[in-house]
């Protein structure tokens, strides 16, 4: 009898929702898919669910990742109006991943959340962003150049300097080190119970976690899934939060 491979942890990774053609299409970058495997998890990907039926998906699983994706949240979430009406959207979107950070936060679960990830936790929790961060004075531009190819726009743009005593100092050695830029948003009011890991130098917050949450959470504004395996700072938060779901499966599933 052949020995039973270890049962991974799950993660459910929301989709995003895209026309392709004149096809609608639940997407997931393999990027972010791939994360979630270097961090020793089982990828679950979450097409769409009503609010109602999130209870029973986070039954399934060990931790939850939000990956980034080219729409915004829309600013209605936060009390303002579009600000740039040519950016895309995911309403969709919107209305799965607000409910699901908030049960999973409450629940206990791990949770990882990258670029608009990162963003929409900030939302889901009563913070709110800054729709052009470029146009914010004192703050640079966090956007890549127009058109520049994949491996110019995820190359490092900028250093972060992560704050003492948080998830990201416990998790990293490194106190300062270089991370990409591909956002247009960003924090703007922290939500309450939101505590600050690390900033960019012209003060944009960069990582931040949520200091009241009886579980793992590590949101992070940059893209550490972008050749993440070659990256040492992405493998060890990656490894966190798997060792987190693990710690989660271990003591909910024996």
């Known amino acids: 009898m052949m020995p039973m491979t270890p049962i991974k942890p799950v993660v459910l990774v929301p989709a995003c929702h895209r026309t392709l053609g004149e096809h609608p299409f639940h997407v997931v970058g393999k990027k972010?898919?791939?994360?979630?495997?270097?961090?020793?998890?089982?990828?679950?990907?979450?097409?769409?669910?009503?609010?109602?039926e999130i209870p029973a998906l986070l039954a399934l699983a060990d931790g939850v990742l939000l990956t980034?994706?080219?729409s915004n949240v829309h600013p209605s979430h936060f009390g303002e109006d579009v600000h740039n009406p040519a950016l895309p959207l995911d309403p969709l979107r919107d209305s799965l991943t607000l409910p699901l950070i908030r049960q999973t936060l409450a629940r206990g679960l791990p949770l990882f959340a990258i670029c608009r990830?990162?963003?929409?936790?900030?939302?889901?929790?009563g913070g709110s962003l800054h729709q052009a961060v470029h146009e914010v004075d004192g703050h640079a531009d966090h956007r890549p150049p127009e058109?520049?190819?994949?491996?110019?726009?995820?190359?490092?743009?900028?250093?972060?300097?992560?704050?003492?005593?948080?998830?990201?100092?416990?998790?990293?050695?490194?106190p300062r080190f270089s991370v990409n830029s591909v956002h247009g948003q960003a924090v703007n009011r922290l939500a309450p119970g939101v505590?600050?890991?690390?900033?960019?130098?012209d003060g944009v917050v960069e990582?931040?976690?949520?200091?009241?949450?009886?579980?793992?959470?590590?949101?992070?504004?940059?893209?550490?899934?972008?050749?993440?395996?070659?990256?040492?700072?992405?493998?060890?938060?990656?490894?966190?939060?798997?060792?987190?779901?693990?710690?989660?499966?271990?003591?909910h599933r024996g």
Not at 195 to 201: F, G, L, W
């Open 32 to 52: 972010y898919i791939d994360a979630v495997r270097l961090a020793g998890c089982q990828p679950l990907v979450i097409p769409w669910a009503e609010e109602a």
């Open 207 to 251: 990582a931040f976690s949520v200091a009241s949450a009886p579980g793992f959470s590590l949101c992070v504004q940059w893209h550490p899934e972008w050749q993440a395996a070659d990256n040492p700072q992405s493998v060890a938060m990656l490894r966190a939060f798997g060792q987190a779901c693990q710690a989660w499966r271990d003591r």
């Open 117 to 125: 990830g990162a963003q929409e936790l900030n939302v889901a929790l």
């Open 195 to 201: 505590r600050v890991e690390a900033r960019a130098p």
């Open 68 to 70: 980034g994706s080219p």
């Open 147 to 174: 058109g520049a190819p994949a491996a110019q726009a995820y190359a490092p743009a900028h250093e972060v300097t992560v704050e003492p005593g948080g998830v990201l100092a416990q998790v990293l050695v490194e």
